[in-house]
């Protein structure tokens, strides 16, 4: 099992930025994907970014594509998002996970077996 950490939220103003981290520790970090999620109030949880064991390949939903980017330090056992150009409806507890398998499988969050306990970004008009 691996225990994520994640940090970075806060409050911030529509157009601006935060730089959310996630660190890992347990199981080997470098061997599987990680993702992030966000649940905001009232809604049901859903996929934000992903990206494979070895950084090579990142996924997103399309409403952050452009705006937000995921990357991994695998020497340092965390996983990033930039989020950019951030908006209202941004506002949510954001997530990470590793992946269940060493394969990124899809955004489902089927596919990820352990969480981190969030961090809250709330974005104000």
């Known amino acids: 099992q691996v225990q994520l950490v994640e940090s970075g939220g806060g409050l911030v103003q529509a157009g601006g930025s935060l730089r959310l981290s996630c660190a890992a520790s347990?199981?080997?970090?470098?061997?599987?994907?990680m993702g992030w999620f966000r649940q905001a109030p009232g809604k049901e949880r859903e996929f934000v970014a992903a990206?494979?064991?070895?950084?090579?390949?990142?996924y997103y939903t399309d409403s952050v594509k452009g705006r937000f980017t995921v990357s991994r330090d695998n020497a340092k056992n965390t996983v990033y998002l930039q989020m950019n150009s951030l908006k209202p409806e941004d506002t949510a507890v954001y997530s990470c996970?590793?992946?269940?398998?060493?394969?990124?499988?899809?955004?489902?969050?089927?596919?990820?077996?352990?969480w981190g306990q969030g961090t809250q970004v709330t974005v104000s008009s």
């Open positions: 347990g199981r080997t970090f470098s061997f599987y994907p």
């Open positions: 990206i494979t064991r070895s950084g090579d390949s990142t």
């Open positions: 996970a590793a992946g269940r398998s060493t394969r990124y499988t899809g955004q489902s969050q089927a596919n990820f077996a352990s």
